[in-house]
Each structure stands twice: as structure tokens, then as C-alpha cells.
């Protein structure tokens, strides 16, 4: 117990000082809508996309976790200079969790396009904060990459980021880094539509608390 204590204290202490409304987290992806009606409203870019949604995902039209990993491997593979072990199946069910907005396990059409979006978007954002062209961004660069993104966090959670997330050198590769802000940005999402008065604070129950932190 005393430990259990002194663990959420240590988390407490690091997040007390964030003001929520410095973070900017992405939109979320639109609500699923029936395919016909979609792809009525849908413009020239959204249509090729689609098309190859509809390569990538299968007759079902949803990706799950596996079919993520080998998409997001396959795609890496072809850029040398992102230095990273590969998307391991735990990371890319974790990115599912965190996406799927209707509880399918899987990513529809829309929650897609949002992660692919964003991964495009943070990978941009690691090539040019890995200034000495490593592969890898080091304990020095990654808080011009997290905010950059969005995120400024205090040291504290900097740290405790670090130790979850990097190796023992402190440098963060490719996949860990993408798994990170997919996970940052959907729990600020969550946050802030927990946070009915927009004043910082949350109150959930201890249901709520175990839907947000297991399926994730």
C-alpha cells in the first residue's frame, strides 16, 4: 500500500503543474456514417484515400491491430533514416485502443485517416528535431519535439516519459515516439471532453477510470 501510495504521488507531482489548455491536441475523427453517405460528401482526396483504405483494410473495411503493424512495418521499411525495431502488435493494439472511437477493436475508415494523418504529421516533426540524423531523438531533442507537437510537459513527466518510452541512453526511435503522442493525444482528447467547466479538473468514477486506463 505505501508503495502503491508513493507511486501515484510521484504521477501526481509530475502532472500537478500542467495547465491543460496549453495542449493542442488533434481534432477527433468524425463519427462513423454509413459508407453510401459518405462517400457522397466525401472530396477528390478523400475518395483516392478511401480507395486505398479499401486495399489496405480488406472486404470488412476496418484494420485491426495486426493489419496495422504490418502496414505501418511495411511502410518503414522504406525509410532508412528512422531509426526504430518496428511496430511491435502490443504497440499497435494500444494505437487501436486508443483511436476506436465506436469500441470495434478495430479502425474504420475515419479513425484511420486520423492516425495516418497524425503519424504523417509527427514524423515530419522527428526527422527535423533529429538534428545530428541518428535515427533516433535523444533526451536533449525531445522536448522541442513533444512541444512541436502539441505537448509541452513539465520535466517531471518528461522523465517519467523517458523511462517508459526510451532506451537506456535516453534516445527514443521511431515506433516509440509515434506511440507515445498517439496515446498523449488521445488521453488529452478524453481529458478535455471529460472536463465539462473547461476549468483543469476531471472527476470520474472508478468505472470511467478503468475504461480510460485498460482499453488503451
Keep these: 500500500m505505501f508503495l502503491a501510495k508513493k507511486f501515484l504521488g510521484g504521477i501526481i507531482d509530475a502532472v500537478s503543474n500542467i495547465d491543460p489548455a496549453q495542449f493542442v491536441p488533434a481534432d477527433p475523427p468524425p463519427p462513423r456514417r454509413p459508407a453510401a453517405y459518405a462517400e457522397q460528401s466525401e472530396n477528390d482526396e478523400e475518395k483516392q484515400f478511401r480507395r486505398v483504405f479499401q486495399q489496405l483494410a480488406g472486404d470488412d473495411m476496418e484494420v485491426s491491430p495486426t493489419e496495422l503493424m504490418n502496414i505501418l512495418n511495411r511502410i518503414i521499411l522504406k525509410h532508412g533514416d528512422l531509426k526504430t525495431d518496428g511496430f511491435s502488435i502490443e504497440s499497435c493494439r494500444s494505437m487501436v485502443a486508443v483511436m476506436d472511437s465506436d469500441s470495434t477493436g478495430k479502425l474504420g475508415f475515419h479513425e484511420f485517416k486520423h492516425l495516418w494523418n497524425n503519424i504523417k504529421k509527427w514524423q515530419a516533426m522527428y526527422k527535423a528535431y533529429d538534428r545530428d540524423g541518428s535515427g533516433v531523438i535523444g533526451a536533449d531533442e525531445l522536448p522541442g519535439a513533444f512541444r512541436a ?36 493525444d488521445a488521453m488529452f482528447r478524453a481529458f478535455k471532453t471529460l472536463d465539462k467547466d473547461n476549468n483543469g479538473t476531471i472527476k470520474v468514477n472508478i468505472k470511467e477510470w478503468l475504461q480510460l486506463t485498460m482499453y488503451s
Design 149 to 184: 507537437a502539441g505537448f509541452p510537459l513539465s520535466d517531471q513527466l518528461f522523465e517519467m516519459i523517458i523511462r517508459r518510452y526510451s532506451d537506456e541512453s535516453g534516445n527514443m526511435d521511431f515506433d516509440n515516439y509515434i506511440g507515445c503522442l498517439v496515446r498523449l
